[in-house]
Structures are given as C-alpha cells and as structure tokens.
C-alpha cells in the first residue's frame, strides 16, 4: 500500500491546505489541568500516583516463603530503576503473619514475613509499593465455617475452584468481599502502610446464585436472578445494572477502610479496557486514581498492537492519569504455563507497544524463585532505556486528531453473547486499517462524547457503534455542526442505549439516510463497483489507489436504506448477491439500478461518510487489502486536514505523537513480521528508511532532532511548518524526539 498511501497523502494535503491554520497545542490538551508535582513533574493529584514510570510485581506462589532470593531481587530492581512494586499480600494466601481467622497462612512462612521483608527492601530503594490480594477463592476450613461466602450456581451446587479443588470459588458480591476481605485490607494497611491495595479477580467467577445474591438482588430489582444472558430479558438487565452497583460499592468501602488507616492510599481495582469489559469504564475513571492495564501478553490469533490498544482505551476514562501496562515474562496461551518464558524479541515488542501509546511498563514474575533466566537481561535493557529517556516519557497529552470511539453499552445490550462479534470484530478491523494507514488515533469513550473530552478530535469514527442514546447522537451532531467529521459503519445509532431497535437511525440526518426495514446477510459473492464522478473522467478522492479497478469485494452485511434526499451519487454501488454455484450461474442478473454502499454528507461546518455494510467486520475475517485502502480513505477524506505526522516507507507501523513539557516525541513501532497475528514472533525484520513530516505546534521552535533508541541526533529540514527528517532504520522499536526553544 506504500505507493497510493504516498498518492493519497499528496493529494489529501492539496486539499486540506487552505484551511489549515496550525496546529496549535490547545486545540489537542486534555481538558482538566495538571498539577505540579515537588519535583517539578507533571502529576495528575496530589499524592504519589504519577511519581512511578517503571513497576516490578513479584506474583509469590505458596512455598516461596524460605525459598527465594530477597537480596537477588533487591539488586535487580535497583538495577533497572525500578521505581514502583506490586507484592503479593494476602487473600487467598496470607504472605504474612495474619491475625485474622480464616486468613490462610503459607504453609512455608514459618515465624518469617515474607511480604514485609520485600516491602522493607523496597522502601529502602525508595520504591512505591501496593499489596497484592486475591480474593476469588477460599480453603476448606472457611468454607464449613462460612459456607454462605461461597458461590453456586444456577442449579444450587457450590463451586469448587475449576484449576485446584482443594479451593472454593467465592462469591464476590457477598461478606467473603464486604465483611472478611474488608477485614484483610484493614489489617495489611495498618500493619505496612502500602500505598495502596490492588486485587486480583476481586470480580467473582461469573453470575452468584448463593442467599446472599438471591436477597440483595430481589431488593434491588424485585425479581429473581436470571436465567438466561439475554440482556434483553428484564431480569437480565436488572442483574447488569445490580452486579455493577454491587461492585462498585465494594470498591468504595474498600478505598473507605484503606483511607481511614492511610489517607495517601487508595484502593485500585484491578478492571477495566475496551467494549467487552464489564464495568462501566467512565464510572472506573472517575474513582481510580491510577489503573494498570492487565493484558499481559498476546495469545493465539492477537496481533501486537493489542497492548497499545489497551493503552488508549483505559485512557479515554482516564485522560491524563498515569496507567501501567503489565507484561508478563510468560507465555499468555489458555493452557497456563505461569512459570513459562516467553520469545525474548515478543517481551521487547509487546512492551514497546504499550509504551508507544503511553503505558508504562510493568513487568509481572509468577513465583519468585528463579527458573528460567532468559527474560531478565530483556527487562533490564527495556527498563534501563525507559529511566535514561524519562523525560520524553512523561507525555502530558496525545497529539492524534482521530479518535476511534468504543461502547460498553453496545457490546453489553446490542451484543450480549455475541458481542465479539458483533461489537469487538468492527472495532479491531478498523484498528487494523488505521495501523496499517499508519494513521495516529486514540480511543474514545462512547459515555465521554461531551465536548470537553472531545475537543481535541477533528474526526470520529464509529465502528458499528449500534447502541446510542438520543443524548449521544445530539452530542456526535453537535460535533458535526462544529466542523467535526464522522466515518460510521452498518448499524451505528439503530438502535437505543438499551438495545432496544429504532424505527429509524438516532444519525440518520448525519448519514443522509432512512432506515428501509431490513438488515442483509450474510451474504455470499457481493461487490463493490466502482464509480467515476459526475460529468468527469475522474475518479473520486475516496478511490485513490483504485485507479486500474473497477470493482472489489462487498462486506457480508448489509443495511437496507434509502437516500433522504432521492438519488445519490455515490462512487461506490452494490452489486447484489448472486449464485455461487453452478459456476454456469455465476453473473450477476441485469440490473438498471444499483444501491449506493457509500454515502458521503456534508453537515453544518462537518463531513460525513457512512457505509451501510459492515465493511470494517469483514476486513478484520478476510483481511482484504481493498477494504483497508476503503476505510483509509474515508477517514482521510472526512478529516480534510494535514495530520499531526505522516510516515512514509515500506512495513507495517504504529505510530504514536505525544507532547511533552519541551519536546514532542513520534514513537514508531516495528509490526512487520511473519508472526504479525500470531506470537511469538521469530525474528526482527529491520525496516528500511522511513522519512516523517512532522506539524510543529504553534509558538513552538525546534531546537534539535534525535533518535532515543538509536541514541544519536539527527538531522531535519523545516518546510512551512512541518519538520521533515529520515529515519534511517527500525529494528523494533523508534522514537523521534524534537526539543524545542525554551
């Protein structure tokens, strides 16, 4: 795609020209403020929770207690300045010298305190720590002395823990969570005053049906628990909204009870992440005050840009707040081999990932004895760059001008079990085009469309974002009139926050389209024909690339719709379904009229491009290079602007551009690789020379050019107001940065 990717950005470039006026760093801030932390860096309150750039976890396991190497990890965490430690605590296993009934105690521990001697050590190093609980599963003694604390299902049968049944699963919305775990949290911050509490699976293992979850949930709803995942179904819609209640007021007591001990303390849940997550992420933003994005490492057909996707959707709650990405040194496949190594090159490019869309790295060991040492060299090189370019990794706003927007409410109430599908699928193929598009864009929460979140965007995309309220589609128009410009697909807005189906889409007047009744698919042997403009031999600006074609492969569904204002040009037509077999059937029936598969709008001061089909889907199952170069040109052409950076040159890179307080920094990540959507990658593919135009921020002046991984400075041109410089080559990982004029 590298030679129409260069002609469209030529051309695109000729059109937005005249409009352009700068691009001006106001336009692209955050809209809360941050504050000043003593030691002149940005922080996002006013305690310890923007300080750390670099955590280490120690996962203990049971018999670690007498078994481990403390002075060996002291070093090593100093070594690779290791500036923050998440350390296992308590919950399941107590690491420490439990006071509490039922708190089980390692069998190793002996009269040792295997927690407190880390957080003793850390502290030295002058480390933040969090405890580390677990509070999904019991042993034998408090499940006779408490059998209410454990959960059961819906035939009335208690749990066993599925992987070990010598534990019980415990129910998360009972008193296992609000009485006894309360009970755990209170004792380990009165006796060590960590900076904070982290659980892991504090959530449950799926739906309660024990006395506790019967009672509480008939209160609040009046029903019994569900039956059935249709959220359709009103008791299943209840129990989402009862089951978020009921968590989040666990949170709070929990953050409550830390906060009476340690009023620099808080509790930090261990939730959060894109459309499929279950807790309300706008919620989730609002009461964490760090999160620590918990995608350790890709499995089985997961590309490598997953990780900083992880990282732009926590922070569309989160804005400026500062957000960890853990990174398992293991292999993350469904047959858990915990004390596993993974591909040294698959650590180095999931971490470079997560760090290019602003996570900050957090390596996470499963047993504190030492198996396999190969990944720890690798740490050490990844974390030893981060502390010596800190500065232009404490980045204070995104510079992209796209925002891809997720919806929980869709993918709970419009997807329910077939959400992945339906919701998540659209969104990773449009991901995928961008990536390839090598276009800068963040996440945006569909809760968080109000113009203070918004601002900074010139263009929304809405990968069959289904499920919006009236509010929300008032908010995206408002947007438009503005001067916005939305890219939508299939059946974005045709339904209510609910799921619940409109007679007509809540967008309709954006799209320039009525709903017709019907909704298409799958459908087999459809296309695309390809149209050329009005009264020209031309072809539209949205077809670059498409010059020697004349028709391409249609989505596999499809919106029925009708123009609101009669015939539309459109320079893409349908050409319906037809035989596959025989192959003797196989042409298309003589038709006078086609439908269009595209409509472009203009609306107030905005563009608008709407595809009825649900072409980004259908890229992300076939991977079709027509449907790529498509979504690339919608959001090109909607956009109508120069953007922050474009990157010229062969491969496949993501690309990310920040601001910092004197510099702004393009990282570029290296994706190319056989492996691409299947790890662990086998070899680093070196990339050839890519040259950058980069849109100097207004009253800004550029002192110098360099390259952080390469570690050399280098040399730019400055052209109007870009800075254009090459870069050389990229093994895995890049970063650009320009100082400015202080």
């Not at 007498?66 to 998440?86: K, P, Q, T, V």
């Not at 309660?208 to 029903?223: D, P, R, T, V």
């Not at 038709?591 to 001061?605: Q, S, Y």
Request: with cysteine; aromatic share 10%.
């Amino acid at each position: 795609m590298g030679n129409d990717r260069r002609t469209f950005i030529k051309q695109a470039a000729g059109i937005a020209a005249a409009s352009y006026v700068g691009f001006d760093l106001a336009t692209t801030a955050y809209a809360s403020s941050l504050s000043t932390a003593a030691d002149g860096t940005a922080d996002t309150l006013t305690g310890w929770y923007g300080r750390p750039m670099r955590w280490a976890q120690l996962a203990f396991v049971e018999d670690d207690p007498g078994n481990y190497d403390l002075s060996f990890w002291m070093e090593y965490f100093r070594r690779i300045h290791a500036d923050a430690a998440c350390l296992s605590a308590g919950g399941v296993v107590a690491f420490y010298p439990t006071e509490i009934q039922f708190h089980y105690r390692s069998r190793w521990l002996g009269t040792t305190d295997a927690f407190g001697d880390v957080v003793a050590g850390c502290r030295k190093l002058g480390m933040n720590v969090i405890a580390r609980t677990d509070s999904h599963a019991c042993h034998q003694d408090a499940h006779d002395a408490h059998p209410d604390w454990i959960a059961v299902d819906a035939q009335g049968n208690q749990r066993r823990h599925p992987s070990d049944p010598d534990y019980w699963l415990t129910c998360a919305l009972g008193p296992y969570n609000f009485e006894f775990m309360t009970s755990v949290h209170q004792e380990i911050m009165r006796k060590y005053k960590p900076d904070g509490i982290f659980t892991n699976r504090w959530s449950g293992s799926g739906m309660c049906y024990c006395e506790h979850c019967q009672k509480n949930f008939l209160a609040f709803s009046g029903l019994d628990l569900p039956r059935t995942n249709d959220p359709q179904d009103p008791a299943r819609r209840q129990y989402l909204l009862w089951n978020q209640k009921r968590l989040f007021d666990l949170w709070e007591l929990w953050n409550e009870k830390i906060r009476e001990i340690n009023p620099g303390a808080s509790y930090i849940a261990n939730a959060g992440g894109g459309a499929l997550s279950p807790l309300d992420m706008k919620t989730i933003g609002e009461l964490a005050p760090t999160l620590f994005a918990d995608r350790q490492g890709r499995s089985g057909l997961m590309p490598p840009w997953t990780n900083g996707k992880n990282g732009k959707e926590y922070r569309a709650a989160m804005g400026e707040k500062s957000i960890a990405g853990m990174v398992s040194v293991g292999l993350e496949e469904k047959y858990r081999w915990k004390d596993s190594v993974q591909s040294l090159d698959e650590i180095r490019l999931w971490m470079a990932d997560g760090i290019a869309q602003g996570l900050r790295p957090w390596f996470v060991k499963f047993n504190a004895k030492l198996i396999d040492r190969r990944w720890l060299p690798v740490i050490e090189e990844i974390y030893k760059w981060h502390y010596a370019n800190e500065a232009y990794l404490r980045n204070e706003r995104p510079f992209a001008r796209v925002g891809m927007v997720y919806s929980q409410q869709t993918a709970t109430f419009y997807g329910g079990e077939n959400a992945r599908a339906l919701v998540e699928d659209p969104a990773l193929g449009f991901y995928q085009a961008l990536i390839e598009a090598r276009i800068p864009f963040e996440m945006v929460h569909d809760r968080l469309l109000d113009s203070e979140h918004i601002a900074q965007f010139r263009t929304l995309i809405l990968p069959n974002i289904a499920a919006l309220s009236d509010s929300q589609c008032r908010q995206i128009r408002d947007f438009v009139q503005d001067g916005g410009s939305v890219v939508a697909t299939f059946e974005t807005s045709l339904y209510d926050e609910w799921g619940v189906r409109r007679k007509d889409f809540g967008l309709g007047p954006l799209f320039g389209v009525t709903y017709a009744g019907r909704v298409h698919g799958p459908m087999l042997n459809s296309y695309l024909s390809l149209q050329r403009e009005r009264d020209a031999d031309a072809r539209h600006l949205l077809l670059a690339g498409f010059e020697d074609a004349v028709r391409i492969i249609n989505a596999t569904h499809q919106v029925d719709v009708k123009p609101l204002n009669g015939k539309m040009l459109s320079p893409l037509e349908i050409v319906p379904n037809y035989p596959d077999l025989p192959m003797e059937a196989v042409f298309p029936p003589p038709v006078k009229t086609h439908d269009p598969a595209l409509f472009m709008n203009t609306f107030g001061r905005g563009r608008v491009v709407y595809f009825p089909g649900d072409i980004d889907r259908t890229f992300w199952e076939v991977l079709d290079v027509d449907h790529a170069k498509l979504l690339r040109n919608a959001v090109l052409w909607a956009a109508n602007e120069i953007a922050p950076v474009t990157v010229e040159g062969p491969g496949v890179v993501d690309v990310a551009v920040w601001g910092q307080k004197d510099s702004m920094t393009v990282h570029l990540v290296n994706l190319t690789n056989p492996m691409m959507m299947k790890g662990p990658i086998r070899e680093v593919i070196l990339l050839a020379e890519q040259r950058l135009r980069i849109q100097i921020p207004d009253r800004r002046k550029v002192k110098q050019a360099k390259l952080l991984v390469s570690g050399k400075n280098i040399p730019f041109r400055i052209e109007h107001a870009s800075i254009i410089l090459d870069v050389p080559s990229i093994a895995i990982h890049e970063v650009v940065a320009l100082d400015f004029v202080v």
